[in-house]
């Protein structure tokens, strides 16, 4: 009876959370934008970490406080050394739930949002340029923030083939 009661909890349980993650609504720009004010020093301290690390790509999925950063193939792993940057990645990471934060092309990515095949957050411009399609993977909109060099991105596979059909249709 207890296995029973258990299994059934359990199933109830997966159940809402996968209703939770389906029904999961991208979040605004405005929202965004909320969401890098409340962070903002954080971001900012990370931001220039990584356009000051050297390293043109830079990539981190995950952070456990090891104080190790992905910093593309032909880098290997670098150390962070620097504890207010660690306890930053941290706490955007696993406090705030920042999925992804990349610098590449001249620019650095956070993450804030992702369902599927569609990413939403912030990037910044190391170089003062709106990063343009080339620097995204599947960019569909990007605008910038009231914060100079920042930008509010998405990236929506479905969408951005839609349009490139279309365009290569023409």
Known sequence: MKALRFFLISVIIATILFIAFILRQPISKQGIEREFDKNKTDIALVTKFLADSGCDSVYIPDFDESGLILAGLDNGDIPVNNTEVTAAIDRLMNRYGYEVICKREGA?????????????????????QMPDETSFDF????????????????????????????????
């Not at 650095?108 to 003062?128: A, C, L, N, R």
């Open 108 to 128: 650095v990515y956070f993450q804030i949002w992702s369902k599927m095949e569609i990413k939403i957050g912030v990037v910044y411009s190391i170089d003062g």
């Open 139 to 170: 960019l569909v909109n990007i605008k910038p923030l009231t914060e100079p060099n920042w930008y509010y991105y998405e990236e929506d596979f479905n969408e951005w083939e839609r349009i490139h059909s279309k365009q290569n249709s023409n």
